[in-house]
């Protein structure tokens, strides 16, 4: 169990048999009364974002959450394929599952899943990911000056943002919390 105390961004806790994971958190103490916390929390397996009070003290559920290897394998319509590392079995994800996840994903790539009572609800990505550009219009020379940049279409079909000196076949380190450009690699 979780004391209120112990509630911090990124938390995953159990409430009415489901999973949340904190999103946002407000320590709120009043003039009068008891202290307590404002949380907003996103649901592991619908997607919903709830807001929920708790008071000072209150335990909260721990869930039985088990990380696993697997390897990414290929995607078919709304369907993408997982394999786990040690015994070769093959789990399915839907892109709701998946969320934006799903922009950094490239075959063979090893990833951790959340499992939740024997079923993957949540994957957790590498902070960077290496990525080719398939679609960029070329820089202009001169263009640099300011330090512009300009739209790039990733290998996974993902846009970013990149500096004007890429080009097509460049790699580039891709930041997967915020989709952003890093470095070339």
Known sequence: MYETSDIRKGLKIELEGEVYTVVEFLHVK???????????????????????TFRSGEKLG???????????????????????????????????????SRDYLKENTTIAVLMHNNKPI????????ALAINKTEPGEKGDTVS???KAATLETGAVIQVPLFLNEGDVVKVDTRTGTYVERA
């Open 30 to 52: 009043p003039g009068k009364g008891g202290a307590f916390i404002r949380t907003k929390l996103k649901s592991l397996t619908k997607g919903s974002v709830v807001e929920k």
């Open 147 to 149: 330090g512009g940049t």
């Open 122 to 129: 949540a994957v957790e990505l590498p902070t960077f990911v």
């Open 62 to 100: 721990r869930p039985d959450l088990e990380e696993k290897k697997m390897q990414f394998l290929y995607s078919s319509d709304d369907q993408y394929c997982f394999m786990d590392a040690e015994t070769y079995e093959q789990t399915f994800l839907t892109e709701e599952q998946l969320g934006s």
